[in-house]
T-cell receptor
Framework: GAVVSQHPSWVICKSGTSVKIECRSL??????MFWYRQFPKQSLMLMAT?????????EQGVEKDKFLINHASLTLSTLTVTSAHPEDSSFYIC??????????FGPGTRLTVL | AQKITQTQPGMFVQEKEAVTLDCTYD???????LFWYKQPSSGEMIFLIY??????QNATEGRYSLNFQKARKSANLVISASQLGDSAMYFC????????????FGPGTSLSVIP
């Protein structure tokens, strides 16, 4: 299947700093990318949907000013957690799809905020 | 309201036995897709099987089969001949046409295979 990468795979940061997570589709052009958050022993919760070249659509309860999503090209989307706090510590997973295709998941990024 | 329900938080199965993981869903969209994913402790999401709402036959992929009962809105995953490597979290997921093809996940079932 298609390959989606995430970078970094894990990150530790201090409270109050911002962290950027990249999601890349390596062998296809992703018209849509999705960002999920997963707390320990819980399911994946969809945070936002981003289409290339347009603003992301956030799910209810997700702060758009805190979780900045940019989908500037057909192969790259970024999620920036601004002014991170310990409660933002989580596993962040992106997925990507091209028009009419299935959704492919990245390996995830584990964020720990001290 | 919960769109996807997985009523078994944890399941145990003996190696080489078959196991059924339950999933029920709620939608009014006539066009939807159902997925099962496996998530081992490494965290990666592994696609297992897909069933479209208009598919006439139950999906099968190797040791995985999906028992699709549309009228009951049920999409149970059957794993045959369980292996130790099957121990993982299993998530049922759904994609609806009317929701811009977003995939949403159920709460998951933790499967442990006992030697």
């Amino acid at each position: 299947g298609a390959v989606v990468s995430q970078h970094p795979s894990w990150v530790i940061c201090k409270s109050g700093t911002s962290v950027k997570i990249e999601c890349r589709s390596l062998d296809f052009q992703a018209t849509t990318m999705f960002w999920y958050r997963q707390f320990p022993k819980q399911s994946l919760m969809l945070m936002a949907t981003s289409n290339e070249g347009s603003k992301a659509t956030y799910e209810q309860g997700v702060e758009k000013d805190k979780f900045l999503i940019n989908h500037a090209s057909l192969t790259l989307s970024t999620l920036t957690v601004t002014s991170a706090h310990p409660e933002d510590s989580s596993f962040y997973i992106c997925s990507a799809r091209s028009l009419g295709s299935e959704q492919f998941f990245g390996p995830g990024t584990r964020l720990t905020v001290l | 309201a919960q769109k996807i329900t997985q009523t078994q938080p944890g399941m145990f199965v003996q190696e080489k036995e078959a196991v059924t993981l339950d999933c029920t869903y709620d939608t009014s969209d006539p066009s939807y897709g159902l997925f099962w994913y496996k998530q081992p402790s490494s965290g990666e999401m592994i696609f297992l099987i897909y069933q479209g709402s208009y598919d006439q036959q139950n999906a099968t992929e190797g040791r995985y089969s999906l028992n699709f009962q549309k009228a009951r809105k049920s999409a149970n995953l059957v794993i045959s001949a369980s292996q130790l490597g099957d121990s993982a979290m299993y998530f049922c997921a759904m994609r609806e046409k009317t929701s811009y093809d977003k995939v949403i996940f159920g709460p998951g079932t933790s499967l442990s295979v006992i030697p």
